[in-house]
């Protein structure tokens, strides 16, 4: 377990995960690190059994890697009715794969956490996300257009989420949590890679 002082950081770290909600598109710059407020943001811990194991930076960082998941899926179902590009098919194939895998393991855990089943980035247009408005100009267009704009999406889900999962392994406590997001740092990493010989 922590200090005192590296619990005062967990909220600390708390908080910047969910900073710059509303802010606009994924390609929307780095978050402010200014730190808001993490009243009802990270929801409560049962102070019994494991989930006494989660601080607010653990669910904090759980609740949002869903979210995010949330957003990405659908354009990586999109790519094979938009693309008949071969690359393109298995990039988002096994990504799609991955995130669902992620996005199971995050629910399971949030769930032992004790914290709120309620989305509360449910309506938030965050770095990493894709908008509604996003998604409609995606089922718009096809072939090269549709891997540049979706490429563009892709490309900032992974930086944000890699950027958030380094933050959570770092200064999460919960060791089921920070395993998956180191994984999402080393395979967020990998993919990126990827993306670049697709779009470079």
């Keep these: 377990m922590r200090t005192l002082v590296s619990a005062s950081i967990s909220l600390f770290l708390a908080a910047l995960l969910v900073t710059a909600c509303a802010t606009g598109s994924p390609t929307t710059t780095a978050p402010s690190t200014a730190a808001p407020s993490t009243a009802g943001l990270a929801g409560s811990v049962s102070p019994s059994g494991s989930a006494s194991l989660f601080s607010p930076t653990d669910i904090a960082w759980l609740q949002l890697t869903v979210a995010m998941n949330e957003r990405l899926l659908p354009v990586l179902d999109m790519v094979p ?77 992974l930086q944000q989420a890699v950027r958030i999962a380094a933050a959570e392994q770092r200064n999460g406590v919960h060791p089921a949590t920070t395993a998956l997001a180191a994984e999402v740092v080393r395979a967020g990493d990998a993919e990126l890679t990827r993306l670049d010989r697709l779009t470079p």
């Design 81 to 157: 009715g938009r693309t008949t590009d071969p690359g393109w098919q298995t990039f988002a194939a096994r990504l799609g794969t991955a995130h669902r895998a992620d996005l199971s393991t995050a629910r399971r855990l949030l769930a032992e956490s004790g914290a709120p089943a309620t989305n509360p980035h449910e309506g938030h247009d965050m770095p990493g996300m894709v908008t509604e408005q996003e998604l409609t100009t995606l089922r718009s267009v096809t072939g090269v257009a549709f891997q540049r704009l979706a490429g563009q999406h892709v490309r900032a889900h």
